[in-house]
């Protein structure tokens, strides 16, 4: 069976390599470990298809240590027992370099198994995680390794994979392969920064486009037909799911309507209904707040209706609570002032509720001061009285402070107006 396109055509040179410029361009510290030939233990993260594979694999060719693959999904800890074994054997005379694929899925217990070989050097281990490798990499491996970050390759960079991809199919099928920049450049933009994607749909538009006296012409609508979703990059339990939804709230809170919608639609394309409208709602109440607290039942109709309908119409109603939230003034006091009074909850500052308060029935017979002194300010001029209603060690606590808005400004003119007069 033949390999897929993206592993034929792993890259020779580093600079043959798209994309990472940060990492592989001339003078960068990678790069210059790489070309001194002392490997260290290094940790590759990032999303699938920008590289880290091919890296690996590239300098696992240029060391004269014995090259073992291992895959976090589906090795076990004999695996890692027949790696190690083979340190006692003529192959292993140099040591092992251990390149371990999704090492996020390998517990602690067989991440543990690895430290002794790591720590005295008979194995030099390069792994690679598209999950944030502090967090799901055991911190004896991590203080051990060199971590480097691994980026969404830019459709310029995959542009020139995919032409260099193009010739090689070429010598494979022993035709001309005619791709008009416009299918070149759609499937460039269509893979989502993923190199590997690209490659997979650039060979299944060859295969799906019929040879004409040796010459294979690529369609636009061959091409669209096989991007389909590809351009769209998601991950529900990953980071890039949580660097889209906190684009998307960071987005209304600061008033950009148009990347606020951006977002949306990219929830929206992955079908992720729930957080788009979890963190519209949100949004409306921590940032919105009492600037505007009409749209707090607004946007909750907007959610009700797109839950109703369901997608891809539950976009429209969305779009719209989107935009009003993106536009209404914001305020987070009521968000700050909650969480001031849950600190000083959380520290023990609370207290005895005062005795005007209580939910008193009777006192009893002990009680010198009996009767609870609670003060009804519907019987109050303005319906309001002064009395104490925090506990007496924090009565003087201030936990809401009124924004500048023209909202809140107004509520409290009123109130000090009718509070200046009582005090």
Known sequence: MKKPLAD????????????????????????????????????FYGPSGVGKTTLATYIANKTNKTLKKLNGTTASTADIKAVVAQLDTFSGLNGILLYLDEIQYFNKKQQQTLLEYIENGSITLIASTTENPYFSIYNAILSRSTVFEFKPVTSEAVLKAVYRAAKLLEQELNCVIDLPCECAERIAAGCGGDVRKAMNTLELSVLATDDVDSVKKISPDTVSQLVQKSAFRYDRDGDEHYDIISAYQKSMRGSDPDAALHYLARLLEADDLVSACRRLMICACEDVGLAYPQIIPIVKSCVDIAQAVGLPEARIPLADAVIMVCNAPKSNSAYEGINKAAADVKKGLTGNVPRQLQNMHYDGEDNQNKGQFYLYPHSYENHYVAQQYLPDNIKDRKYYIAGDNKNEQAFKAYWDSIKDKKS
Not at 14 to 37: F, M, T, W, Y
């Open 8 to 43: 034929r055509f792993r890259p020779q040179t580093l600079d043959e390599i798209v994309g990472q410029e940060h990492l592989l361009a001339e003078g960068k510290p990678l790069r210059k470990i790489i070309e001194s030939g002392e490997i260290p233990n290094l940790i």
